[in-house]
Structures are given as structure tokens and as C-alpha cells.
């Protein structure tokens, strides 16, 4: 109880912090693998308007599938899960010019899938959380309720996806959070993030682990 008290004035007092001088704490980016910064990614669900300049016969608006593909009319289709808007831009281009001279084009984030974070484990109420702005990961875990008393709070592993079959490992130690200045050491979350807070402390934890892996961790204790 000490220690989730501890953490809720931690959080009141970044939030004063972040109010009264206009910026944040200083943190870890929130983007791309841990301590790199990126734009954002599409994912499926996605919905993208593809807008030709001279020849707008070909503009579409398509829904980026499950499997990560788009299907155009110039391009056929095209695999733009896990790129940022810029790339797609990029691809397509290349295969429309196989068919149009000097082709220009815009491509447009019409909608996208609210972005969430799961954490799973030793906390009140485990489940997905939507990530409205900027989080941490202490943050998400308070928004789960907090640490039940059979957390182990000083291994705090977060897991990001960065392909399909693979996900990079953070560990953070959050038992000896005791002021604002600690804030450092936490993490910005990205979409997709899942924070897991084991009971026991694991003995070997890999920098990178199959998802598979982490589906197998993660999803039972989230029941």
C-alpha cells in the first residue's frame, strides 16, 4: 500500500511539473525500438485515402487488411503495415510509375485504430488500455489499479513488437521509485506495448523473444 501510494503522488507531482513549466519529465522516446524515435505506423484497421493529382480517376480509399496488404488498382498489392505514411508514399509511387509518367500523390490517415497498451500480471485490473497521449509505463500500471502485493516491482518487463514474429525486451525496476527525479528511468509506451508484472522474478530475460512467446505469456493472465 506504501509503495502504490508513493507512485499516485509521483504521478500528481509529474503532472504539476509538466503544467507549470510546459514540458515533460525527461524521458525515453516513445516511438519505434527502445531509444529510437519514429514516426507513426500503420497497422490493420488502418484506413488510407490514395489521392493521384493528375490522374484522380485512380484516387481510392482503401482499409489496410489483416494481414498488413493493401489492394490498388495501380500497385496491385502492397504490404504498408509497419511503415509510416512516408514510406507508403514512397512504394507506391514506385509501382505507379510502371504505369503513369511523373505520377504525384498524396496518401492520407483518414482513420485509424485507437492505439492501446496492454498490461497483464500482478496488478488490480489487468486489460487493455487506450493511449490518448503520451504514457509511461508507470503510468499504464496505474491505470490497471496499481501493483497488487504480490508484484514483483523491481522487474517490470515491457515488450515491443518490432516485426511480425519478433519483440524486443525492456526491463525497468520500479520498487525504489520515491520522487519525481525517478521518473527518468521510466519508459514512454508505444501502441502495442504489453507490460508484464510477474510475482517471481525471472532468472534469464532475453533482449528479444518470439511474440509467440509473449501471446503464451501475457494473454492467460489477462483472464
Not at 506504501?2 to 522516446?29: D, E, H, N, S
Not at 489487468?126 to 523491481?154: C, H, N, W, Y
Amino acid at each position: 500500500m506504501v509503495l502504490k501510494k508513493l507512485l499516485v503522488v509521483t504521478l500528481l507531482l509529474a503532472t504539476v511539473t509538466v503544467a507549470t513549466y510546459g514540458q515533460a519529465p525527461k524521458q525515453a522516446p516513445s516511438l519505434g525500438t527502445f531509444g529510437r524515435e519514429d514516426r507513426y505506423t500503420l497497422n490493420p484497421g488502418d484506413v488510407l485515402d490514395i489521392q493521384y493529382r493528375y490522374t484522380p480517376e485512380f484516387n481510392q480509399t482503401v482499409t489496410i487488411q489483416p494481414d498488413g496488404y493493401i489492394s490498388l488498382e495501380i500497385g496491385g498489392d502492397l504490404k504498408v503495415s509497419g511503415r509510416n505514411l512516408t514510406q507508403v508514399r514512397t512504394l507506391i509511387l514506385s509501382k505507379a510509375r510502371e504505369r503513369l509518367a511523373s505520377p504525384e500523390l498524396n496518401v492520407i490517415l483518414k482513420e485509424f485504430q485507437k492505439p492501446y497498451v496492454v498490461v497483464a500480471g500482478e496488478v488490480v485490473t489487468p486489460g487493455k488500455f487506450e493511449v490518448r497521449e503520451k504514457m509511461t509505463a508507470i503510468q499504464a500500471v496505474l491505470l490497471a489499479g496499481g501493483f497488487k502485493d504480490s508484484a514483483k516491482s523491481s522487474q517490470i518487463l515491457v515488450f515491443r513488437k518490432l516485426n511480425d514474429d519478433t519483440a524486443e525486451v525492456k526491463s525497468l525496476d520500479f520498487k525504489t521509485l520515491k520522487k519525481t527525479a525517478d521518473l527518468e528511468n521510466d519508459l514512454t509506451l508505444q501502441a502495442g506495448d504489453m507490460i508484464l508484472v510477474p510475482r517471481n522474478r525471472l532468472s534469464k530475460v532475453e533482449r528479444y523473444v518470439r511474440l509467440a512467446s509473449v501471446a503464451s505469456w501475457v494473454n492467460p493472465l489477462l483472464r
